[in-house]
């Protein structure tokens, strides 16, 4: 199941956010990070991540092509 892009929901916690990268382990442990929108103080929440399994699909979120940029590039300031 691909979720990248996706607003997803923990299963457990109920943490909900956009599904912003997907994480594979050699071990099979699959994860992926969720970033929540702006909190009410307008700051950015730091994004949380969860194995694969515990989440579900709760929204379209958002287009790919939407937020693509003239060339290919990766942001490496954060890895969980």
Do not use: W
């Not at 607003?7 to 099979?28: N, P, Q, R």
């Amino acid at each position: 199941m691909e979720l990248l892009g996706k607003k997803v929901k923990d299963k457990i916690t109920g943490f909900e956010g956009i599904a912003t990268s997907k994480h594979i382990y050699l071990t099979g442990c699959n994860q992926y990070a969720l970033q929540p929108v702006i909190n009410k103080e307008g700051k950015v929440p730091d994004r949380e991540y969860f194995d694969e399994g515990r989440l579900e699909i709760i929204g379209e979120g958002i287009n790919l092509e939407e937020i693509a940029g003239e060339k290919p590039g990766c942001d490496f300031r954060e890895h969980p």
